[in-house]
């Protein structure tokens, strides 16, 4: 079992009350915040001793029945269980993700003339972007390949809070999203390292990464702030790259026969032509970053 399983437990059973459960609350304030680990063992059917060996991460594994009923009781949603099972699982070598991007999927982003979109890993970095992200979210073009992170650019980054009209929901998903494969990706050393770096140099980073909120978000909207078009809401779709398990593409579009569809292709026909070179892709030989595992 990966450690961190214990931190996950203890914030997910703070959010549930005796009330939330059946149980009776005989009208005393409690010491502690939601549900205590006897009523939890209880309603999972597992030893109170067993149960506090799981919030100490001291068990050697966990079997699904127990993992399930733990699901059940705390209320997890799809992202949360299959967290939670990803903290179950035994820590083994995993092949060390690629971060070249195929030409067939470059070709496929530089043809999205009317549609943002670009690829991203399981550390939130981007590995290859089209003319219109580029132009309107950021040239990542110009950054240098180490800072073309999500992560890193939401919370170090200042232009990003203008960029999304809901910076903050922006950040929680994105955080979200890096906790989530920070557990199967356990020995992932550069990870580890954001997540020292953002803790070090960001409050509101350590506040999120502390609510150990997992979010693995498919699909949704996202209000975009652009100086020449103003805000303009746009759909959002994530894809996970075949052949690749740690690559997915995210493209943004408009409603149909919207203002802000209007808007979109307005901003293309716009965009210079030299952003359109350098926003295609990001060059192989940067996207080939040392890894230190």
Do not use: C
């Not at 140099?201 to 699909?219: G, I, K, L």
């Amino acid at each position: 079992m990966r450690s961190g399983m214990g931190d996950f437990l203890r914030s997910r059973r703070a959010r549930i009350g005796p009330e939330d459960v059946g149980l009776p609350t005989y009208g005393g304030r409690r010491r502690v915040p939601g549900l205590r680990r006897e009523e939890i063992a209880q309603l999972a059917g597992v030893s109170v001793d067993y149960y506090v060996r799981l919030e100490q991460d001291r068990t050697g594994g966990v079997s699904d029945e127990v993992l399930d009923a733990l699901a059940r009781v705390l209320r997890l949603d799809e992202d949360e269980r299959s967290y939670l099972f990803s903290l179950a699982e035994p820590v083994r070598r995993v092949r060390r993700p690629r971060r070249t991007v195929s030409p067939h999927l470059r070709h496929l982003l530089a043809g999205m003339h009317g549609n943002p979109a670009y690829v991203i890993d399981h550390r939130t970095d981007v590995l290859a972007w089209n003319r219109l992200a580029a132009v309107l979210l950021l040239d990542f073009g110009e950054l240098p390949a180490e800072r073309r992170n999500w992560v890193w650019l939401l919370f170090r980054d200042e232009r990003t809070r203008r960029v999304f009209g809901d910076w903050r929901l922006k950040a929680r998903e994105t955080v979200g999203h890096l906790r989530m494969h920070a557990a199967r990706h356990p020995g992932d050393a550069r990870l580890t390292a954001l997540v020292g770096e953002m803790s070090v140099a960001s409050e509101e980073f350590r506040t999120m990464w502390a609510d150990h909120n997992v979010r693995d978000r498919t699909r949704g909207t996202k209000d975009v702030v652009h100086p020449l078009i103003g805000a303009v809401r746009l759909h959002y779709q994530t894809f996970q790259v075949g052949g690749e398990a740690d690559q997915w593409l995210v493209a943004y579009s408009a409603e149909p026969g919207s203002e802000a569809e209007r808007s979109l292709r307005t901003l293309a026909s716009w965009a210079l032509p030299d952003a359109a070179e350098r926003g295609a892709v990001a060059p192989a030989e940067e996207s080939e970053r040392p890894d230190p595992r």
